[in-house]
């Protein structure tokens, strides 16, 4: 299903981006070295319940989970790169740590992802390959257009992940969102300028660049649900919602909290 929302729900989806850009801010400025990703969770449960918001993760039972996920936002540290499911796990100086939230906010979804690291180690490849992620991000959200095409976009993602060096996994990608979190079309994050969906004022879509060090290859966790690096190396993953508007891409998941 592909969703064409009207001007109303445009004004509803900003609000609810903005919900998710914000919550996701506070919990970067939490989470410190020896915070447990569980109180991640819950934290991220609190804001989300106070908002009047409903999480799109609890109750999600899709076909390559072991559903429901049970938790209300997704924590990868390192090797975890998507799907991470919240683990009785205390943060470390210099850990990768990803954290990806959508909620939906009266009838509207909206999904972002950041990539940081936390404490005062600065491991330069990390820090690399988290830029190299949202500069892929940026490109994505440049070339979104009405008129472009889903090829365009994957294009402009991959070109900087390759040039960046890293491999692509294309099983997992960007996707439209909505009334619901997870839509056509899938935005592979690399692809052929031309090809796929024409896009239109009104649609809504989730970009999201994520890499692994060295592989493409992904190994799903025994919790039926993390979804790591086959070779151990680290991820990075980030991820905004965006709107087609007549006049380009506008980004609904940027935090108004300073």
């Known amino acids: 299903m592909i969703e064409i929302l009207s001007p109303a729900e445009l004004h509803r989806a900003k609000d609810t981006g903005a919900l998710v850009a914000n919550i996701l801010h506070t919990l970067k400025g939490r989470a410190t ?8 969770d819950q934290w991220a449960k609190a804001m989300i319940l106070e908002a009047g918001a409903v999480s799109c993760y609890v109750d999600y039972a899709p076909s390559f989970g072991r559903g429901p996920f049970g938790h209300y936002i997704c924590t990868g540290v390192n090797d975890a790169v998507l799907h991470g499911l919240p ?7 210099g850990d990768l740590l990803t954290l990806d939230l959508a909620v939906s906010l009266r009838g509207v979804a909206a999904d ?3 990539s940081f690291i936390v404490g ?13 992620t949202e500069r892929a991000l940026r490109a994505g959200i440049a070339a979104a257009r009405p008129g472009a095409r889903i090829g365009d976009l994957s294009y402009a993602i991959g070109a900087v992940l390759s040039e960046a060096g890293y491999p692509i996994n294309v099983e997992f990608g960007g996707h439209g969102i909505g009334s619901t979190m997870h839509q056509d079309p899938h935005v592979p994050n690399t692809g052929r300028p031309g090809r796929g969906y024409k896009l239109r004022p009104g649609l809504l879509l ?3 660049p994520w890499v692994m060090a060295d592989t493409a290859e992904l190994v799903t966790d025994p919790d039926g649900w993390t979804l790591r690096s086959v070779t151990g190396c680290r991820t990075a993953h980030s991820e905004h919602t965006i709107a087609i508007t007549p006049d380009g891409a506008e980004i609904l998941t940027l935090p108004t909290l300073t």
């Open 33 to 40: 070295v020896g915070t447990n990703l569980l109180d991640i």
């Open 87 to 93: 683990r009785d796990y205390t943060i470390a100086d």
């Open 112 to 114: 972002s992802a950041i």
């Open 120 to 132: 005062e180690s600065r491991p330069a490849e990390s820090v690399a390959m988290i830029d190299a």
């Open 206 to 208: 989730a970009l999201e």
